[in-house]
Nanobody, 125 residues
Framework: QVQLVESGGGLVQAGGSLRLSCVAS????????MGWFRQAPGKEREFVAS????????WLANSVKGRFTISRDNAKNTVYLQMSSLKSEDTAVYYC??????????????????WGQGTQVTVSS
C-alpha cells in the first residue's frame, strides 16, 4: 500500500485557480496510476482525473475538461492537479488515490486501496 500526502487546498473565489500536490511516499512508484477524486457534502466520492505513471496517459472527468490538468513528476513521485476557472460546484474534499491496476472514470472508490487524507477546496461565488 502506498502512502499519499496531499497539499494545496484552500479557499478561492470563483474563476480562480489552485494547484493540488500529492506525494507518494515510496522510493519508486513505477506502476499503475495516480489520480484525484472528490467528495462534496452529501454526495458520493467521484472521479476527477488520473495519470498513468509510466506512459503519462491522462483521464479527466467531463465536468472538469478544459479547466483542470493533471501532471506528474516521476523523480519526485508527485502528481499535480492544476485547477483553473473554478466554480462553486468544484467545492469538495479532494482525495489523492493510487492504484497498481490503473485509474479511469469508471474506477470505483471501493476498489482503490491507497488514499490520501484529503484536502479541502472551497470556491466562493
Amino acid at each position: 500500500q502506498v502512502q499519499l500526502v496531499e497539499s494545496g487546498g484552500g479557499l478561492v473565489q470563483a474563476g480562480g485557480s489552485l494547484r493540488l500536490s500529492c506525494v507518494a511516499s515510496v522510493r519508486s512508484f513505477s506502476g499503475g496510476a495516480m489520480g484525484w477524486f472528490r467528495q462534496a457534502p452529501g454526495k458520493e466520492r467521484e472521479f476527477v482525473a488520473s495519470i498513468n505513471w509510466r506512459f503519462g496517459v491522462t483521464w479527466l472527468a467531463n465536468s472538469v475538461k478544459g479547466r483542470f490538468t493533471i501532471s506528474r513528476d516521476n523523480a519526485k513521485n508527485t502528481v499535480y492537479l492544476q485547477m483553473s476557472s473554478l466554480k462553486s460546484e468544484d467545492t469538495a474534499v479532494y482525495y489523492c488515490a493510487a492504484s497498481p491496476g490503473g485509474l479511469s472514470p469508471s474506477s470505483r472508490p471501493s476498489e482503490i486501496g491507497s488514499w490520501g487524507q484529503g484536502t479541502q477546496v472551497t470556491v466562493s461565488s
